[in-house]
């Protein structure tokens, strides 16, 4: 257990409203992640960030936002939510090296309505 | 482009017979590789990893990977699965390692199934 929480951990809503998804961290680790999860496809990385106000955007990070102003907290927000984004959000942060294994959240079932 | 491949996307096992799940990877060097289960409606569980040393690498629950360079493989296996081993199977790869751009690129997953 790496000390992850996400919230909320359901959620409906509607197409055109903004949507901010949360991840908490216990364990001061400097970077964190966002992926959205669909079937067929795997994990698909949104953005991330390696540090407080650092952040970068990863291969599906369209109508996708962050921000990191603690170390612990983690932001996604879908400005003007659409469809095509009813997906399983996880994040995750990364463990110590050598082997910079990843360690996820439980999860956030968002759908778009 | 860096890649995984999990060719099957279902497969379905007898209780207590041998599994093997297979991951192939596309990367210029050797990468941290990984195996991760998730149950329905769980998030992701770490199996086990490999980063460098001795391929053959053990987990967790009784799983073990081998790391074929070769061939560009790191298929997971076991030898007796049991009905809790039902769930979906992902494989990852980690690249560049120690990067401040690191990051995993996963399979599409691959779904167990276990007949009684």
């Known amino acids: 257990d790496a000390g992850i929480t996400q919230s909320p951990r359901h959620k409906v809503t509607e197409t055109g409203t903004p949507v901010t998804l949360r991840c908490h961290q216990t364990?001061?680790?400097?970077?964190m992640y966002w992926y959205r999860q669909d079937p067929g496809h795997g994990l698909r990385l949104i953005h991330y960030?390696?540090?407080?106000?650092?952040?970068d955007k990863g291969e599906v990070s369209d109508g996708y936002s962050v921000s990191r102003s603690k170390t612990e907290d983690f932001l996604l927000t879908l400005e003007s939510a659409t469809s095509s984004q009813t997906s399983v959000y996880f994040c995750?942060?990364?463990?110590?090296?050598?082997?910079?294994?990843?360690?996820f959240g439980p999860g956030t079932r968002l759908t778009v309505l | 482009a860096q890649s995984v491949t999990q060719p099957d996307i279902h497969i379905t096992v007898s209780e207590g017979a041998s599994l093997e799940l297979r991951c192939n990877y596309s990367?210029?060097?050797?990468?941290?590789l990984f195996w991760y289960v998730q149950s329905p409606g769980q998030g992701l569980q770490l199996l086990l990893k490999?980063?460098?040393?001795d391929t053959l690498v053990q987990g967790i629950k009784g799983f073990e990977a081998e790391f074929k360079r070769s061939q560009s493989s790191f298929n997971l296996r076991k030898p007796s699965v049991h009905w809790s081993d039902a769930a979906e199977y992902f494989c990852?790869?980690?690249?560049?390692?120690?990067?401040?751009?690191?990051?995993?690129?996963w399979g599409a997953g691959t779904k167990l199934i276990i007949k009684p």
């Open positions: 990852a790869v980690g690249h560049p390692p120690g990067d401040s751009n690191y990051q995993l690129i």
């Open positions: 990367y210029g060097a050797t990468p941290y």
């Open positions: 490999y980063f460098s040393g």
């Open positions: 364990e001061n680790h400097r970077y």
């Open positions: 960030s390696y540090g407080v106000k650092d952040t």
């Open positions: 995750a942060i990364r463990g110590v090296r050598p082997t910079d294994t990843q360690y």
